[in-house]
T-cell receptor, first 114, second 111 residues
Framework: GAVVSQHPSWVICKSGTSVKIECRSL??????MFWYRQFPKQSLMLMAT?????????EQGVEKDKFLINHASLTLSTLTVTSAHPEDSSFYIC??????????FGAGTRLSVL | GQQLNQSPQSMFIQEGEDVSMNCTSS?????WLWYKQDPGEGPVLLIA?????ELTSNGRLTAQFGITRKDSFLNISASIPSDVGIYFC???????????FGTGTKLQVIP
């Protein structure tokens, strides 16, 4: 299957700092990518849709100024958690659809904000 | 956001037993997907279903797309310890659209 790479896999940061997470489609191009957040023992909740060359589309209740998304190329989308606080600690996962419209997921990034 | 209702929420089974889990939605989906997630990892696609009534197998896994397009089930036959994990159903309304996830079924296999 297709490969979606996410980096870093784990990050610890101090409260108030910003953290950038990268999502790359390694063997296919993706004009759209998706960012999810998953709290312990819960399902994945969509945060936003990342669109190459245009603004991201955010789900209701997700602060766009706090979770900055940039889809700079057909293989890379980044999520920046700005001014992170302990309540932002979570597991962040990206996905990208292939030409066959099958969503492949990255391995996730565990964010711990101290 | 919207979620699909998945049942059971969790299950303990003996190695070798068959497993069945299902997923229901109040909305129609055009694509149903089943994923498995191991701790600390992203979901891995198991089966994709594209047509109402479709029955698809992947090794010991079999999944069906309900006729009403509002439900799907996943069966695992002859379970083994590595089947342990959380299984998510997911629905998609159209091409390149966002995926809506189910609430998950945690499977534990007793050797």
């Amino acid at each position: 299957g297709a490969v979606v790479s996410q980096h870093p896999s784990w990050v610890i940061c101090k409260s108030g700092t910003s953290v950038k997470i990268e999502c790359r489609s390694l063997d296919f191009q993706a004009t759209t990518m998706f960012w999810y957040r998953q709290f312990p023992k819960q399902s994945l909740m969509l945060m936003a849709t990342s669109n190459e060359g245009s603004k991201a589309t955010y789900e209701q209740g997700v602060e766009k100024d706090k979770f900055l998304i940039n889809h700079a190329s057909l293989t890379l989308s980044t999520l920046t958690v700005t001014s992170a606080h302990p309540e932002d600690s979570s597991f962040y996962i990206c996905s990208a659809p292939t030409g066959a419209n099958i969503q492949y997921f990255g391995a996730g990034t565990r964010l711990s904000v101290l | 956001g919207q979620q699909l209702n998945q049942s059971p929420q969790s299950m303990f089974i003996q190695e070798g037993e068959d497993v069945s889990m299902n997923c229901t939605s109040s909305s129609i989906f055009n694509t149903w997907l089943w994923y498995k997630q191991d701790p600390g990892e992203g979901p891995v696609l198991l089966i994709a279903l594209y047509k109402a009534g479709e029955l698809t197998s992947n090794g010991r896994l079999t999944a069906q797309f309900g006729i009403t397009r509002k439900d799907s089930f996943l069966n695992i036959s002859a379970s083994i310890p590595s089947d342990v994990g959380i299984y998510f159903c997911a629905g998609q309304t159209g091409g390149y659209q966002k995926v809506t996830f189910g609430t998950g079924t945690k499977l534990q296999v007793i050797p």
